[in-house]
């Protein structure tokens, strides 16, 4: 990623939030978040691997419910956003690692996690037959 993408993706960033459309915004500090629980990060509060994924749906929930309490919406409508959230969250890594990165975590992200050591990159299932 060269220097002019990163520009525009962070003036992207700014735009969404200054226009209050939070959902990317909440995404990146929900995988920001469950990086740093990661085992393999210096941070020092560790979730074991096998409950981040309620971790990130209970971070979903309250974004859902900050954008019910800031925007006015309905219960039923910030229950949704958090869902969305969570799930948008739970693929981004697999997304962005696998497609972008080639599995292989960037130097700048790993920094970002506070990593000890490089994470490992995320494994494909088994095929079966």
Known sequence: MDAETLS????????LGTTHKW??????VMSWGT??????????????T?????????????YGMLE????GASWKNAVVSGLVASVGTMGA???VMKALFNGQVPPWLAWLAAA????????????TE
Do not use: C, H
């Open 35 to 48: 990086a740093l629980t990661n085992n393999w990060s210096r941070f020092p509060v560790t979730v074991p």
């Open 93 to 95: 890594y697999d997304v």
């Open 116 to 127: 000890k050591t490089p994470p490992p990159a995320p494994e494909d299932p088994p095929k």
């Open 8 to 15: 525009d993706l962070l003036t992207q960033l700014a735009q």
């Open 68 to 71: 019910a309490v800031l925007g």
């Open 50 to 62: 096998r409950y981040q994924p309620l971790v990130v749906l209970v971070m979903g929930q309250v």
């Open 23 to 28: 959902l990317p915004l909440a995404i990146l």
